[in-house]
């Protein structure tokens, strides 16, 4: 059965008699640090989990820390009997004032398991007490439908058995089906270079195509731009690293997302992308843009035209690019471009997909008349987006589905919930743990999976994955993380 995954960050508050199997399933789901159990704190302001007479005390402690993890926006899961409306209606409150979504979950379990399992504890809940608790539960469901929680998930035999959720449904576009699963293309943004980087890139490029991803694109700037490090970070040449990586042996695409036309002229990159297809045996791709970074056009002495002016080149530059890779040698006249001849060998070996960069208007259209992708940024505006991209083919006369739509995902993809904890850590600097990983959208594989299962529906045809925590020696082995991730969208 499809289960809508629990949002993350989320107050999570747990419902059921003793014995119902709270402390078992938040386990099951959620790191240690993010449980706040009543009975553990009675074991830390008194003489163990089962003494009473610390309840209050116990209690005063669980809501100072519910209180601090909402404030800081900070998943916390609330492990006791979860059966007091005035409680469950503070705790909700609570979220309500920090903006996290509020998720009840009933632990729906017979009563003879609970009675059996409350038997076997050390110091068992009294039965009158027991008694009441399930008596409790006969109603606690219609009370929860009532209160106002995002989502009510209940839970039979430690398995999720129903949801109710707020979350509005996706519609389908025209041609697309539930089963849509993009390709993942492993985007590299930095390297390692104090080591020894040649070796890097060949370790990553093999489990690269170990692991499964379709391909490897590198970023093409001059200066490592400020989303990704520091100005003096080196940044390699993207044509010289690809031709390496097109001596591998390996079956991954090889491109770049995207180069600038702005110092990348377009018979330049003709030549360097048609060499890089032959070299790799026909797996490269043209990841082209407008430009948009001033600073390393005025470092490196190059001009910066207008927004009009660039993307003026850019119609040319891809005019000029499929001039080029045409057969023959005779010359050109084109809506945008004459050339004297187009004598320029090796010819690439397959029709070279260009995709073009860029989320504004013009962008867009330029895309879908010229373009075979568009790499677009997966926001809210995603589906506005591609209807422009669409629109723009369909008034050039060409069939929409002609242009692939892409995204670029800088996710945190973890093993496992601590793995992807401890990797947020790791990469947050000093943004609150809470806002970097909702920014990169960071989770385990399955996750990612279904996210980008949804990009699909959406029309995504490929997703570029940059993983921010990949610049170390031991990176070719962590490839394996995305492994399952990957193996979900093929199967």
């Known amino acids: 059965m499809a289960v809508t995954p629990l949002q993350d960050p989320a107050l999570v508050v747990l419902v059921g008699a003793a014995g119902s199997g709270k402390s078992t399933w938040a386990a099951d789901h959620y790191r240690a640090v993010e449980v706040v159990s009543s009975d553990t704190l009675r074991g830390v302001v008194g003489s163990g989990p089962a003494d009473l007479d610390a309840s209050v005390d116990a209690f005063d402690l669980l809501d100072r820390i519910v209180a601090a993890r909402l404030r800081r926006r900070l998943t916390v899961v609330v492990d006791t009997l979860g059966l007091d409306p005035a409680r469950r209606s503070g705790w909700l409150g609570q979220a309500r004032q920090h903006g ?117 694109a590198l970023m093409d700037h001059l200066i490592q731009i400020p989303q990704v490090g520091r100005a003096w970070d080196p940044i390699p040449e993207p044509f010289v690293t690809l031709g390496l990586l097109a001596g591998l042996d390996t079956r991954l695409a090889l491109g770049t997302l995207v180069s600038p036309v702005t110092f990348r002229r377009p018979g330049l990159l003709a030549k360097a992308v048609a060499t890089l297809d032959v070299l790799s045996g026909g797996r490269a791709f043209c990841g082209v843009g407008a430009g948009w970074w001033e600073r390393e056009h005025a ?48 010819r690439p070996l397959h029709d070279v997909p260009i995709i073009v960069g860029g989320s504004g208007q013009r962008s867009l259209s330029i895309a879908g008349r010229l373009g075979d992708g568009c790499n677009v940024a997966a926001d809210d505006r995603l589906p506005s987006r591609i209807d422009v991209v669409r629109t723009a083919a369909r008034d050039a006369g ?11 995902d800088v996710a945190i993809v973890g093993r496992d919930r601590d793995d992807t904890a ?11 743990a809470a806002t970097w990983a909702t920014r990169h959208h960071a989770g385990e594989p399955a996750t990612h999976a279904e996210r980008y299962r949804r990009l699909g529906m959406l029309g995504v045809g490929t997703v570029f994955l940059a993983l921010p925590d990949l610049s170390g020696p031991e990176d070719p082995e962590d490839l394996e993380r995305v492994a399952p991730l990957l193996a979900a969208l093929r199967t």
């Open 299 to 346: 470092a490196y002495g190059l001009a910066f035209p207008t927004p009009g002016e660039r993307l003026d080149l850019l119609e040319e530059g891809i005019e000029t690019m499929r001039a080029l890779w045409s057969t023959g040698t005779r010359s050109y006249a084109g809506q945008r471009v004459s050339l004297p001849e187009t004598t320029s060998y090796p």
């Open 422 to 432: 401890a990797r947020v850590e790791r990469t947050r600097g000093r943004t609150a």
């Open 100 to 216: 996290i979504p509020a998720v009840a979950v009933l632990l729906d379990t017979p009563d003879a398991v609970c009675r059996q399992r409350n038997s076997r504890r050390d110091r068992p809940v009294p039965a009158p007490v027991l008694l009441t608790q399930l008596r409790r539960m006969r109603s606690v469901a219609a009370e929860l439908a009532a209160e106002g929680w995002d989502d009510v998930i209940t839970v039979r035999n430690n398995e999720v058995a129903d949801v109710r959720t707020a979350e509005t449904p996706v519609s389908l576009p025209s041609g697309r089906s539930e089963e849509s699963r993009p390709r993942v293309v492993l985007q590299l943004s930095s390297v390692p270079w104090g080591g020894e980087p040649t070796a890097w890139l060949r370790s990553i490029a093999l489990a690269a195509d170990e692991v499964g991803f379709h391909g490897i």
């Open 398 to 408: 060409r069939d929409p589905a002609e242009v692939e739509i892409t995204v670029l």
